[in-house]
């Protein structure tokens, strides 16, 4: 029997192995992707290229150093959560929870906020005090507005105070918090608004709205900020069977806002005061103004019988934060242009994870990271500020050929030091290209070998800036460049 000669044995295996691939190859192409379909992130989803993921580092920096300057230690939990843990914690926003399948006996959600799992771990470790902040993921079924922050996938960053303390002192220093970041994010104009679940509560009993139709009636409320009274009003009518007369009372009250004032007019309030919870919540309100004064903030902040945060778990003080504009110089009170930070007190939360009913009383606020990251990337696109991607201090370059080993051991010399240090990837690369990739890529200085200063025992150190360079002696270049770098 003949043989057919090794080479074309090898080609007709090949050939045989290639009309497999692409066999596999079309059919993979069934299975994932349809031929001439669009490779995109999910809907609500996107990617950060460096220059977003720059800017995004500069933000929570930002954020993470005022928790830090507030005492605040940093937990994480994990993105799955049991699906039992986060039902019947958000009123109407359940429905936006990702549920998955069985995981081999376990139904699992992607979590929703990080409030409801911080409530989780104090209940399951028995922690009674602790202040801590969570930066993370969240996930929700949502429509997403992409334009104005609003992801299915996105970061919230959260400060909380759990246990026991006198009333109003946490409450405080969670709004204070608030001012220090939009303060130091320079976002411009900010109003923060205040209430209270109890005067809410205390309110809607009596307008004559029954006990079961609170948390329905509360949801309503929520929408003032995005639609007008009457589109609020007919549907707690049409869809919540409300009577046109209790959502009347509602809409002489919820219009109300101001400061200490209202407070004191509200406290007189013939049918209010008579209610023992809104009575309550009106006078740590009263409590809280006092502190904010002490603080210095109260300009921002305004007690606005509105703010209803529709989560089913806040029991005292709900608070949110909104960035204002002008709409045009004949309108003297400026808009909201979206909700940036929310948060309050939910005393009762941790109660529902333990096992024998233990409350911690918890306060806390959420910074819409987000919503502020979309505005800041506008304002960067804006001014086309260029935005460093990385933090390298100085690229170790060579005037000359044959250089390589030297700049080797030059680099490593400067990493071993801590000294954030790139070089070109190529045995020989032009003097040139070495320093117009400074340029592109804002590295400050640039670290010269050439057979002249290996003789010498100098590096030439030059300012990519001004152009400027110096000898610098091989031991003292460490030292030159950290008091340079430190200095810009």
Same mark, same amino acid.
């Given at each position: 029997?003949?043989?057919?000669?090794?080479?074309?044995?090898?080609?007709?295996?090949?050939?045989?192995?290639?009309?497999?691939?692409?066999?596999?190859?079309?059919?993979?192409?069934?299975?994932?992707?349809?031929?001439?379909?669009?490779?995109?992130?999910?809907?609500?989803?996107?990617?950060?290229?460096?220059?977003?993921?720059?800017?995004?580092?500069?933000?929570?920096?930002?954020?993470?150093?005022?928790?830090?300057?507030?005492?605040?230690?940093?937990?994480?939990?994990?993105?799955?959560?049991?699906?039992?843990?986060?039902?019947?914690?958000?009123?109407?926003?359940?429905?936006?929870?990702?549920?998955?399948?069985?995981?081999?006996?376990?139904?699992?959600?992607?979590?929703?906020?990080?409030?409801?799992?911080?409530?989780?771990?104090?209940?399951?470790?028995?922690?009674?005090?602790?202040?801590?902040?969570?930066?993370?993921?969240?996930?929700?079924?949502?429509?997403?507005?992409?334009?104005?922050?609003?992801?299915?996938?996105?970061?919230?960053?959260?400060?909380?105070?759990?246990?026991?303390?006198?009333?109003?002192?946490?409450?405080?220093?969670?709004?204070?918090?608030?001012?220090?970041?939009?303060?130091?994010?320079?976002?411009?104009?900010?109003?923060?608004?205040?209430?209270?679940?109890?005067?809410?509560?205390?309110?809607?009993?009596?307008?004559?709205?029954?006990?079961?139709?609170?948390?329905?009636?509360?949801?309503?409320?929520?929408?003032?900020?995005?639609?007008?009274?009457?589109?609020?009003?007919?549907?707690?009518?049409?869809?919540?069977?409300?009577?046109?007369?209790?959502?009347?009372?509602?809409?002489?009250?919820?219009?109300?806002?101001?400061?200490?004032?209202?407070?004191?007019?509200?406290?007189?309030?013939?049918?209010?005061? +008579?209610? $023992? #919870?809104?009575? %309550?919540? @009106?006078?740590?309100?009263?409590? /809280?103004?006092?502190?904010?004064?002490?603080?210095? &903030?109260?300009?921002?902040?305004?007690?606005?019988?509105?703010?209803?945060?529709?989560?089913?778990?806040?029991?005292?003080?709900?608070?949110?934060?909104?960035?204002?504009?002008?709409?045009?110089?004949?309108?003297?009170?400026?808009?909201?242009?979206?909700?940036?930070?929310?948060?309050?007190?939910?005393?009762?939360?941790?109660?529902?994870?333990?096992?024998?009913?233990?409350?911690?009383?918890?306060?806390?606020?959420?910074?819409?990271?987000?919503?502020?990251?979309?505005?800041?990337?506008?304002?960067?696109?804006?001014?086309?500020?260029?935005?460093?991607?990385?933090?390298?201090?100085?690229?170790?370059?060579?005037? +000359?050929? $044959? #250089?390589?080993? %030297?700049? @080797?051991?030059?680099?490593?010399? /400067?990493?071993?030091?801590?000294?954030?240090?790139? &070089?070109?990837?190529?045995?020989?690369?032009?003097?040139?290209?070495?320093?117009?990739?400074?340029?592109?890529?804002?590295?400050?200085?640039?670290?010269?070998?050439?057979?002249?200063?290996?003789?010498?025992?100098?590096?030439?150190?030059?300012?990519?800036?001004?152009?400027?360079?110096?000898?610098?002696?091989?031991?003292?270049?460490?030292?030159?460049?950290?008091?340079?770098?430190?200095?810009?």
């Amino acid at each position: 029997m003949l043989r057919p000669p090794p080479l074309l044995l090898l080609l007709t295996r090949c050939s045989a192995a290639a009309r497999r691939f692409l066999s596999a190859s079309r059919q993979g192409q069934g299975q994932g992707r349809a031929v001439g379909s669009v490779l995109k992130t999910p809907k609500g989803t996107r990617d950060h290229p460096p220059a977003q993921a720059a800017l995004r580092e500069r933000l929570l920096g930002t954020v993470v150093a005022c928790f830090k300057r507030h005492g605040a230690a940093a937990i994480d939990t994990p993105v799955l959560e049991l699906r039992e843990t986060l039902m019947g914690k958000y009123g109407d926003n359940a429905k936006l929870i990702y549920e998955l399948q069985d995981q081999g006996g376990e139904l699992l959600a992607l979590r929703y906020d990080l409030t409801v799992p911080f409530a989780r771990y104090l209940a399951m470790n028995k922690i009674t005090n602790i202040k801590r902040y969570h930066i993370a993921k969240v996930y929700r079924r949502d429509n997403p507005a992409m334009t104005r922050g609003r992801y299915r996938e996105f970061y919230q960053c959260d400060f909380d105070i759990a246990g026991q303390f006198d009333p109003m002192i946490p409450d405080a220093e969670c709004l204070k918090i608030v001012h220090e970041i939009l303060s130091d994010l320079q976002l411009g104009d900010f109003l923060i608004k205040v209430n209270d679940r109890r005067i809410l509560d205390g309110m809607f009993a009596v307008c004559g709205v029954p006990d079961s139709k609170f948390r329905t009636i509360c949801s309503s409320v929520d929408k003032l900020d995005k639609v007008p009274w009457e589109e609020v009003k007919n549907e707690m009518v049409g869809e919540k069977g409300l009577s046109p007369e209790a959502a009347d009372r509602i809409g002489e009250y919820v219009q109300l806002h101001g400061g200490l004032d209202l407070i004191e007019q509200l406290l007189q309030d013939p049918k209010l005061s +008579q209610n $023992k #919870l809104a009575k %309550e919540g @009106l006078g740590d309100m009263k409590l /809280l103004f006092e502190y904010l004064t002490l603080f210095g &903030i109260t300009g921002k902040i305004s007690f606005d019988l509105s703010l209803a945060r529709g989560l089913d778990y806040y029991t005292g003080v709900i608070y949110e934060a909104v960035l204002l504009q002008q709409q045009n110089d004949h309108v003297e009170d400026p808009v909201s242009i979206g909700s940036v930070a929310g948060g309050g007190r939910y005393d009762g939360l941790v109660g529902m994870f333990d096992p024998k009913g233990r409350k911690v009383p918890c306060v806390g606020v959420s910074i819409g990271i987000e919503r502020i990251f979309s505005i800041l990337e506008q304002r960067v696109e804006a001014s086309e500020e260029k935005i460093r991607t990385t933090e390298t201090q100085v690229l170790v370059a060579s005037a +000359q050929k $044959k #250089l390589l080993e %030297e700049r @080797l051991k030059l680099i490593s010399e /400067l990493w071993d030091a801590g000294i954030k240090a790139e &070089i070109l990837y190529k045995k020989n690369p032009k003097l040139l290209n070495q320093l117009q990739y400074c340029e592109e890529t804002g590295i400050p200085l640039v670290a010269i070998v050439g057979e002249q200063e290996l003789k010498d025992g100098v590096v030439k150190l030059r300012d990519v800036a001004t152009r400027e360079e110096v000898n610098i002696r091989r031991e003292n270049l460490i030292e030159e460049i950290r008091m340079r770098t430190s200095q810009l």
